[in-house]
Nanobody, 115 residues
Framework: QVQLVESGGGLVQPGGSLRLSCAAS????????MGWYRQGPGKEREWVAG???????NYADSVKSRFTISRDNAKKTVYLQMNSLKPEDTAVYYC?????????WGQGTQVTVSS
């Protein structure tokens, strides 16, 4: 059974930081491209950041220079370090794993940026 389990969300003040984790099981994690997406209140889900199986990364313009995606293949975990958080970063954050036609999603973790 494939599972992607996010953790690390919470309430943070503007300018603060959080690190999200997504732990995978049931897949050969090292061959999967991994990504983070988010869905804010009343908005559609949007892509945030991605990392390939080779470790190449890319980011949405809205988070570039503030967020960093990384992976630890030994721990089967992908991370999203979020710095300089803004109220508009408030959303449910989801991780996604993809390899060919195989696509899996986690259940999401809430991030709220508010004073």
């Amino acid at each position: 059974q494939v599972q992607l389990v996010e953790s690390g969300g919470g309430l943070v003040q503007p300018g603060g930081s959080l690190r999200l984790s997504c732990a995978a099981s049931g897949i050969i994690f090292s061959i999967y491209s991994m990504g983070w997406y988010r869905q804010g209140p009343g908005k559609e889900r949007e892509w945030v950041a991605g990392i390939t199986s080779f470790g190449s990364t890319n980011y949405a313009d809205s988070v570039k220079s503030r967020f960093t995606i990384s992976r630890d293949n030994a721990k089967k975990t992908v991370y999203l370090q979020m710095n300089s958080l803004k109220p508009e970063d408030t959303a449910v954050y989801y991780c996604k794993g993809s390899q060919g036609t195989r696509v899996y999603w986690g259940q999401g973790t809430q991030v709220t940026v508010s004073s």
